[in-house]
Structure formats: structure tokens, C-alpha cells
């Protein structure tokens, strides 16, 4: 799983498209953000953390691999607006869907493995 933090819904909603015509399948990806209403209009529940609430997320990342203090970097900076994304997918696409990420300027971008 490649994991992300990007500065707004619009970025990430460009993001997400960018993942589909590269041939992600979106369904393998993750939004979360702090207005579940906003992140409904950009994107499904769906991917890794799907189902997740927002309060459980430090223990998910916690689970997939990172350690608490950087799960807890990803909860804060969702926790003030920005938005994270989780993207599932094979060891052989992870360097391209951290290019992805870095392209639209991500911070924290990170390879878990668990």
C-alpha cells in the first residue's frame, strides 16, 4: 500500500483521476478526509481503510505496518483539512503510484508493508 497526504479535496479529486487513466483501479484506493460529505462527492468508500471512521484511523495505520507517532502525523493533518489517500496495490505498481503521489505534490508519502 502506498499512502499520501495531499492539501484539498480538489487536488485529490485530480488525483484520483489521474490514478484511473494511468489504469489504477479506484476501488483500491482510499479517501479520507474530514467532511465525509465532501469527500462522497470525489470519491467511494472504498480501498483499504474502506469503512473506516475517522477516530479509528490511527489504530488502522498502526495495524497496516506505521508506527504510532507517524499514524498519528496522517491523522493530524487529515484532522486540519487535508486529505489522505491510500492506494492498495501490487509491489510491482508501487513506484508508480508514489510518482502519482508525488506529482500532485503529496506529503508524507509512504510504501507500508506489513
Known amino acids: 500500500m502506498v499512502i499520501g497526504i495531499v492539501s484539498k479535496s480538489s487536488v485529490a479529486e485530480t488525483l484520483l483521476n489521474n490514478l484511473s487513466e494511468a489504469d489504477f483501479?479506484?476501488?483500491?484506493?482510499?479517501?479520507m478526509m474530514r467532511d465525509q460529505k465532501a469527500r462522497d462527492a470525489i470519491a467511494e468508500?472504498?480501498?483499504?481503510f474502506k469503512g473506516l471512521a475517522l477516530?479509528?484511523?490511527?489504530?488502522?495505520?498502526?495495524h497496516v505496518g506505521l508506527s504510532k507517532p507517524d499514524?498519528?502525523?496522517?491523522a493530524d493533518a487529515v484532522a486540519q483539512g487535508?486529505?489522505?489517500i491510500a492506494i492498495a496495490t501490487p509491489r510491482e505498481s508501487e513506484s508508480a503510484a508514489s510518482e502519482m503521489l508525488q506529482d500532485a505534490s503529496a506529503e508524507l508519502i509512504k510504501v507500508v508493508r506489513k
Open 25 to 31: 483501479d479506484l476501488k483500491d484506493v482510499s479517501v
Open 45 to 48: 468508500d472504498a480501498g483499504p
Open 55 to 62: 477516530a479509528d484511523l490511527v489504530d488502522r495505520l498502526v
Open 71 to 74: 499514524a498519528q502525523k496522517y
Open 82 to 84: 487535508k486529505v489522505l
